[in-house]
RNA sequence: GCCCGAGUGGUGGAAUUGGUAGACACGCAAGACUUAAAAUCUUGUGACCAUCUGGUCGUGCGGGUUCAAGUCCCGCCUCGGGUACCA
């Protein structure tokens, strides 16, 4: 079974489908069966848990991983059916209560299912499997809350109790996971009980002094009881005593159990790598000799009548490979095949020997710090390391893990606009002509209802619905909500939350017609932070302010703009204090507009500025943290202008630590004091503790943790000096009023508090 | 429901190991220059009280630990993201 998008004419993997529908133009997905090339990621289930805790990655992307690959530990149990050979194996993470067990429940996929209903049910039986192979993925998760199911006539035997247990179907039940079967314990798990409670199925209660009338009890912390040779045992303590004991008769193992599938790899599509195989009849061979497979050229990047895929249409000759077979495969590589490895690639590009080099692998090893988004953690980021862990063991590569320490840096969200639009009511006017309303209108009526009908009718004054039914109005002026809907409006139409009627009518020819309900004359919006997107029409575009303010400001000012890590709507507000900083930092050059540095010794001051600077900068960028270095920048320029520094050997400092975020400008002033090399290439400076120390201290005085003045002290001073200084300081004696104190707390170049 | 993250002035944010809360900007207000506007410069700007010196409160809410809490602990609330019949 695979998940098959008719609309994009492929399969597509677990990961890229939300909510039933394909992640990449939303289009339905339904679950086909169709022979595919898959890789056995599953083996690795355990491993890519594992390895997760060596990675310097953040918690919610491992958290994400660990929940998609879902391990949990249990055992599988078999249940026998009389007069039948087979048994039902179901997997239980709880064996312990297998004393609770009252029914047994089969997915309607079930291979038993068919044969162990009684003649009796069949009928009921068939329907129910028809009906539940019907309901779409997107069904089955949006109806969580309703129970269906249906009982087979026939029955199970309890291991221990060998009382007879009926066997059900439902479609709780995923034929994808474990054996495809359970047994129900409705006492212990809150879908057993839902489901026990409608069908009128016995609820056994094997928890001492715990209330199931009204729910299951699903914390694993109550003592057995009902349970036979388990009771009065602790859940924890039974598991593995419930194991044993039914290992014993052959009825149980343990078993771990995942919820990872193995990734399909094969995509119906032109545009992918082509697989080096080759087919004879039906079985596929691997092509033997080392050549890269090319893509053969096609008359058209469509499926074939029958459905196959795109390459299907070529003929034998038109493969530039050798085989001897009779076609080659026709499915190509999905993108992560791609995506997995191309790191190892980059390291060694023009290698025609081999993938890469091994002193290269040797040298770049794997990669450092990973910037990337977090919506991959399913996807790329489980894939990639999958891959490398194959490549690893084929001892290909000298590491297990791609990625040693990965930073998500935020998302810039887009600030969207809505109008509300009248729905086509069945009336001439609402026909011919679109209506908005303005934001206001329709939420004072829907949830105030601030205003009559009669003031409502003068609103519409300037409108065709003005002259509307009066049956119409009086839908609209009670329910307007109901007859409106929220669309997204470019926000290039609109100024702030006022809606550009103009502009908004000439750019579609549908809106041409477009009438408006106004309020105090203007058109509001309503608006909302989201992702910023095409299909939003809330995408900013860089070019006018790149335009306006220069390429450095920008880039200055998306730095600025907060952490890395940090998701943000994306507003302009503030990028006129980064263009003035730009702006002074080049009058630092320059004098009456032209350029003039001077060369010679820079004064103690400036040094001292330029070389907190530097540290600051360093520390800041070696802690990913890019936004504080801007603010140093800022009061590194300040500074230095109200010095009138225009030093060569400082400005030259000043340049490099600026140029990553301000490539442009300090390029140019770079080359203008006689630099012939890029700053791109110049070495990052160390900075001298000797400029920055200082041989005193302002210490903050404090009473009771609160700050009251500050007090400069010589760094030199010992704990017990400075005590004394601090008490016979007159502000202290004044802030005493003669009143005792209790205890000083001195922390050398830090701060001093007095408790009273 | 479960898992992860975040709540600091009017706004974006800073405070790195528990040690001066609000750096740096935006915005706003006043002033200088200008016929005027823009640009630029100067000053002020958490709230409340006070004529000044100053005082009280203040990092989502309620407790706690500590000489000292935005930072640590316990319990909640709100928002954002992920995930969901996984036995």
Known sequence: MVNWCPELGTVLANDEIKNGFSERGGFPVEQKKMRQWSMRITAYAERLIKDLDKLDWSESIKETQKNWIGKSKGATINFQIPGLENKIEVFTTRPETIFGVSFIVLSPEHKLLKKVTTNKQKQKIEEYIAKASLRSERERTSEVKQVTGEFTGAYAIHPFTKKKLPIWTADYVLSSY?????????????????????????????????????????????????????????TKKAEQLAIKELAKNNYAEPKTQYKLRDAVFSRQRYWGEPFPVYYKG?????????????????????????????????????????????????????????????FLRYIDPLNTKEFVSKEKLNYWKNVDLYVGGAEHATGHLLYSRFWTKILYDLKYIPFEEPFKKMINQGMIQGNSRFVYKLKNESSSITKKHTIYFSKNIVEDINHRNSFSINEFKEKLINTTLYKADAQLLKKLHTQLEKHVFKTHVDINL????ELDIKAFKKSRK????????????????????????????????????????????????????????????????????????????????????????????????????????IKKTKEDIDRFSFNTPVSSFMICVNELTSLSCNNTEILSLLCIILS?????????????MGNKNSISLAEFPEYKNEY?????????????????????????????????????????????????????????????????
Not at 308 to 318: F, G, M, N, Q
Not at 494 to 497: A, F, L
Not at 576 to 593: C, I
Not at 660 to 672: D, G, I, L, N, R
């Open 178 to 234: 474990g054996s495809g079967a359970i047994m129900s314990v409705p006492c212990g798990d809150q879908r057993d009980w839902l489901f026990a409670t409608k069908f009128k199925i016995t609820i056994i209660n094997i928890f001492k002094d715990k209330d199931i009338s009204k729910s299951a009890y699903t914390n694993k912390d109550a003592i057995l009881n009902n349970s036979d040779f388990l009771n009065g045992i602790t």
């Open 282 to 342: 039906t079985l596929p061979y691997l092509l033997k000799n080392d050549k890269v497979v090319e893509l053969p050229k096609i008359d058209n990047y469509l499926p074939t009548n029958d459905g196959e895929p795109p390459l299907a249409r070529v003929s034998k000759e038109e493969w530039k490979t050798d085989f001897s077979g009779d076609r080659m495969e026709a499915n190509t590589m999905p993108g992560w095949a791609g995506s997995s490895w191309y």
């Open 494 to 497: 609109v100024e702030g939350y």
């Open 510 to 613: 549908e809106y041409n017609n477009a009438e408006f309900v106004l309020e105090n004359e203007k058109f509001k919006c309503s608006g909302a932070v989201e992702k910023m997107s095409k299909s939003y029409y809330n995408v900013q575009n860089p070019d006018t302010l790149v335009e306006k303010y220069g390429a450095d400001t920008l880039r200055c000012y998306e730095m600025f703009l907060g952490p890395l890590e940090q998701h943000k709507p994306w507003d302009t507000k503030g990028i006129t204090g980064v263009y003035s900083f730009l702006k002074k930092f080049w009058k630092l050059f320059h004098k009456e507009g032209k350029f003039n540095v001077s060369k010679g010794s820079p004064t103690p001051q400036e040094l001292k500025t330029i070389h907190k600077t």
């Open 660 to 672: 990553p975020y301000a490539p442009h400008v300090t390029e140019e002033m770079w080359s203008k």
């Open 692 to 756: 920055i120390l200082e041989n005193k201290f302002k210490y903050p005085i404090s009473f009771n943790g609160k700050m009251k003045f500050l007090l400069e002290l010589p760094k030199t001073l010992s704990i017990s000096d400075i005590e004394k200084e601090v008490l016979n300081n007159t502000k202290t004696i004044k802030l005493l009023q003669g009143k005792p104190h209790k205890k000083v707390i001195v922390v050398p170049n830090k701060i001093v508090n007095i408790v009273i």
